[in-house]
């Protein structure tokens, strides 16, 4: 639902989906402090979701709906694909309901 309100309140001429100053891609430190604000004001702090929690969900469930294991290594930008196939190999079944998976 927060996804929907920001991509219907977010500048279109915009090439990222979310963006620094500039046009440019939000940093990995700048990114992830955001996030861990947000854990924390949602209260989500003892449940350890991390930014990689967030990558793999998302990894799994492009896999889920069918993305192709070489597709899939690109957008992650796995140099190996025996990295991209770990996501693949740590699913059962469907990937649980949560938005976030927590990564061991």
């Known amino acids: 639902m927060v996804l929907k309100l920001w991509l219907r309140r ?13 046009n440019k891609p939000v940093c990995y430190s700048t990114g992830r402090s955001r996030f861990v604000k947000y854990i924390q004001k949602a209260g989500l702090e003892p449940k350890g979701y991390t930014v990689h929690c967030l990558r793999h969900t998302f990894a799994s469930e492009l896999l889920n709906a069918g993305m ?9 930008g796995h140099q ?3 990295v991209t196939r770990r996501y693949a190999g740590s699913r059962t079944g469907p990937v649980r309901k949560s938005i ?3 990564w061991p």
Do not use: H
Not at 11 to 22: I, S, W
Not at 69 to 76: A, D, M, R, S, V
């Open 80 to 82: 190996d694909i025996e």
């Open 10 to 22: 977010r500048d279109q001429n915009q090439e990222f989906v979310f963006y620094g100053r500039g």
């Open 100 to 102: 976030f998976v927590p």
């Open 68 to 76: 192709r294991l070489e597709c899939l290594q690109q957008l992650l």
